[in-house]
């Protein structure tokens, strides 16, 4: 069982289960256990049947289940004397969850091993061989699936992983807000999409410990699960660092704090993508190293870039690199993420960067032969950084797009996810060429989910009812998806999405404010990731079931 230093917080209020409590009320009937049933050991007990007003309609979530078979009965709604059971016990993958669920739902006791599952309980359970080792990460989206059969008054929540029962409790959670419960019937339900999440820029704007682990349980409630942490740019480097603690920013987080965030994800089932943004973008750590900054032949200086061709850039970038992934652990066997960067390289968004750059130009042919460019030593900077990362275990590498390039010298390492989040920048590549290419493409759309603070550059702040009604994970870039064979844009080679939260202009917005603004958009994105097909609600309806299953503001 996880243990986090910071548990995640009983997020269902006790008096709201008081209220679902008067509404069930207690019936001195006994009910046993249906013909049929998936629970493990239902006997007949002492303990009354419940009693309420009949849950009806489809179960009221976000996002919505995928397939809800409908049957005749009450439903299930919390209701006095209801337990949460766990047949394998306290030392179970899934005892950690069933205790989340017990306190969303305000405090229900959990009972281990043989209990009889009575009437108004839950019972809790994994399938088959019993998944992977306890809150590892998992990849595909089988593994996420679960199911949830409301009946006889009985909930039985079954699963083949842990991550799966986390999210069969989310269902549970929400439901229970939205509508008091669930109907009776059988929910199965799986992600389209395996990769879902929520990237923030925490270099230009620090965000407290404390705001980013409560948009860590918002996105767990919402079934997304990952979180990439932009710590390093021009305007801050906001982690410790021992070995180049002059880089770091006055208002940055301990390794403490760090290792408390990660520990809560992991308990929330969400991998953690740590960026260091690298050949450009390195402002903050260059502000101690000025003799590595990018000169142009002019003699000024080009700010936040590094020169690659100096001997001295690569060693100070990969103790960096090095340091942070001792930081940003991950469970064995689990995937372990690593970004990049790669983006906006000044010397590739000159008109003639040969000219402008020529040391860049010289190394280049001196590595490359005579007709090496700048895009090959770019893209050999990136490979030897991803030499460096995976050196530590990482091995889920991504980049940005525009930080890969054509070149029969030196080609990206094949294994490097593509984030893909714009078409408008100098050098830019049709998602279409990636995917053509054999490389799988993550879904960063600038057009739909990207959070600009100030909204520079032509930005404006996505709305969800936009992503809700015009988005797919297969509209790569602008408003329309990819022009390839639907073979191309699948899960195994679309895998996703993530909603970015950029802190351009960083006083333009509070944290409070940043937290209000990407709420609905961020549902959306839920939405449309792990079902692209067309939602059953109007998003006037989406609307207000968001803000029955958001809970109090966080």
């Not at 990819?482 to 899960?491: F, L």
Request: aromatic letters at 8%; proline letters at 8%.
């Amino acid at each position: 069982m996880s243990n986090p230093i910071r548990q995640p917080r009983a997020a269902f209020p006790a008096t709201v289960l008081v209220g679902a409590l008067l509404l069930a009320g207690c019936s001195q009937t006994v009910e046993t256990e249906p013909p049929g049933s998936t629970s493990a050991k239902v006997k007949p007990s002492s303990q009354a049947t419940p009693s309420w007003a009949p849950v009806t309609g489809t179960p009221q979530v976000i996002p919505a289940v995928r397939d809800f078979r409908r049957a005749e009965g009450r439903g299930w709604r919390p209701s006095r004397g209801a337990r949460v059971v766990v047949p394998a016990g306290p030392k179970s993958n899934v005892a950690d969850e069933a205790q989340l669920m017990a306190r969303d739902l305000g405090g229900l006791p959990v009972v281990y091993g043989g209990e009889t599952v009575q009437p108004g309980d839950i019972e809790v359970k994994l399938s088959g061989k019993g998944g992977t080792a306890n809150n590892v990460p998992v990849e595909g989206s089988a593994d996420q699936a679960y199911t949830l059969t409301a009946r006889g008054t009985r909930l039985t929540l079954t699963a083949p992983t842990d991550t799966g029962i986390f999210y069969g409790t989310r269902t549970v959670k929400q439901a229970v807000r939205a509508a008091g419960g669930l109907p009776e019937g059988t929910i199965e339900d799986r992600p389209d999409r395996p990769q879902r999440g929520m990237s923030l820029d925490n270099a230009r704007k620090p965000f407290t410990q404390g705001w980013i682990e409560d948009r860590l349980r918002e996105i767990a409630d919402l079934k997304l699960n990952q979180f990439q942490l932009h710590f390093s740019d021009d305007q801050g480097f906001r982690i410790q660092s021992d070995t180049h603690p002059e880089v770091v920013s006055a208002d940055h987080l301990t390794k403490a704090q760090v290792r408390q965030i990660i520990q809560l994800a992991q308990s929330l089932h969400i991998s953690v993508v740590p960026e260091l943004d690298s050949p450009g973008h390195l402002g903050a750590v260059l502000a101690h190293h000025q003799d590595l900054l990018l000169h142009r032949a002019s003699g000024s200086v080009v700010p936040g870039a590094i020169d690659i061709s100096n001997p001295k850039a690569a060693p100070l970038v990969d103790s960096l690199l090095t340091e942070m992934s001792e930081l940003f652990t991950n469970p064995k066997g689990a995937p372990a993420y690593w970004h990049l960067g790669g983006d906006e390289y000044q010397a590739l968004m000159s008109s003639s960067p040969s000219t402008t750059y020529p040391q860049l130009s010289r190394a280049a042919r001196q590595k490359y032969g005579p007709n090496g460019t700048i895009e090959d030593l770019a893209t050999g900077w990136l490979n030897d950084r991803q030499k460096t990362v995976e050196a530590k275990g990482k091995n889920r590498i991504e980049a940005w797009n525009d930080g890969f390039f054509s070149s029969p010298r030196a080609s990206a390492a094949k294994n490097r996810m593509v984030d893909y989040w714009t078409g408008k920048e100098i050098g830019k590549r049709d998602p279409a060429e990636f995917l053509r290419e054999g490389r799988n493409v993550l879904n960063f759309n600038d057009e739909f989910l990207y959070y600009v603070l100030g909204e520079p550059n032509q930005f404006t702040y996505p709305t969800g009812q936009r992503i809700y009604q015009s988005w797919t994970p297969q509209v790569l870039r602008h408003t329309q998806p990819v022009a390839v064979p639907a073979s191309m844009t699948g899960p195994d080679r679309i895998p996703g999405a993530r909603f970015a939260i950029w802190a351009d202009r960083s006083q333009a917005q509070t944290q409070a404010q940043v937290a209000a603004g990407i709420r609905l958009p961020l549902a959306a994105l839920a939405q449309k990731t792990w079902d692209s097909r067309k939602p059953a609600l109007s998003w006037t309806d989406f609307k207000a079931l968001a803000n029955r299953v958001a809970g109090p503001p966080r």
